[in-house]
């Protein structure tokens, strides 16, 4: 069936630096949500594409949604300790939902 | 705006027993309001999507008689897990949404422990 890879499964860094979170897909989504989880919390919504090409930023977070449609990505620059938690990557498509496995943002203490 | 609430947070049950769990939608009117399992340390699984006023659709692998989901109004969605077992214990997520192509909005969820 359809399926979204998401990869790294886990991402250490020092808080300050960079963390990304791709996505990939083999088919044409028709649009992409992320979704941030805090240990131990309900995920919740950040954003949605829609648009190929789509770029949006919310703060210190870029998402991007490729030419393609085929593949997205979270950015997240110089990460704080509240960025902490399991990043989602979601395909609302075809009246069903298909979520990545989830990539786990770790900050090394 | 735009809050959905899970009631209750936690629940411990004995084997056998039915428990019910409510999603509601506090600020806004969903029209789609979906049902979520989550294991520790694993993405959610989407058990089933409910359309006010018709039928859950529910997603290959999950018993239609053994979760059972009410969606009666715009604002209240229920899932009973029926006849419940220790292997039902899990991680219950709702989610609600104004219309199938709008974002979700996800509800707190609910612990289930099945003794």
């Known amino acids: 069936g359809q399926q979204v890879m998401q990869i790294p499964q886990y991402q250490h860094v020092q808080e300050g630096e960079d963390f990304t979170t791709y996505c990939n897909s083999s088919?044409?989504?028709?649009?992409i949500q992320w979704y941030k989880q805090r240990p131990g919390g309900h995920p919740v919504f950040l954003i949605q594409?829609?648009?190929s090409g789509e770029v949006k930023k919310q703060k210190r977070l870029t998402f991007q949604f490729g030419e393609a449609k085929k593949n997205s990505s979270l950015h997240i620059t110089a990460t704080q300790t509240t960025d902490v938690g399991t990043y989602f990557c979601?395909?609302?498509?075809?009246?069903?939902?298909?979520w990545g496995a989830g990539t786990k943002l770790i900050i090394k203490p | 705006g735009a809050v959905v609430s899970q009631h209750p947070s936690w629940v411990i049950c004995k084997s056998g027993t039915s428990v019910k769990i409510e999603c509601r939608s506090l600020?806004?009117?969903?029209?789609?309001m979906f049902w979520y399992r989550q294991f520790p340390k694993q993405s959610l699984m989407l058990m089933a999507t409910?359309?006010?006023?018709?039928?859950?659709?529910?997603e290959q692998g999950v018993e239609k008689d053994k979760f059972l989901i009410n969606h009666a109004s715009l604002t209240l969605s229920t899932l009973t897990v029926t006849s419940a077992h220790p292997e039902d214990s899990s991680f219950y997520i709702c989610?609600?949404?104004?219309?199938?192509?709008?974002?979700?909005?996800f509800g707190p969820g609910t612990r289930l422990t099945v003794t």
């Open positions: 979601v395909e609302d498509s075809n009246y069903q939902l298909i």
């Open positions: 594409l829609v648009k």
């Open positions: 409910s359309n006010e006023g018709s039928k859950a659709t529910y």
């Open positions: 989610s609600a949404s104004r219309d199938r192509n709008y974002e979700q909005y």
């Open positions: 088919t044409t989504l028709s649009n």
């Open positions: 600020d806004f009117q969903a029209t789609t």
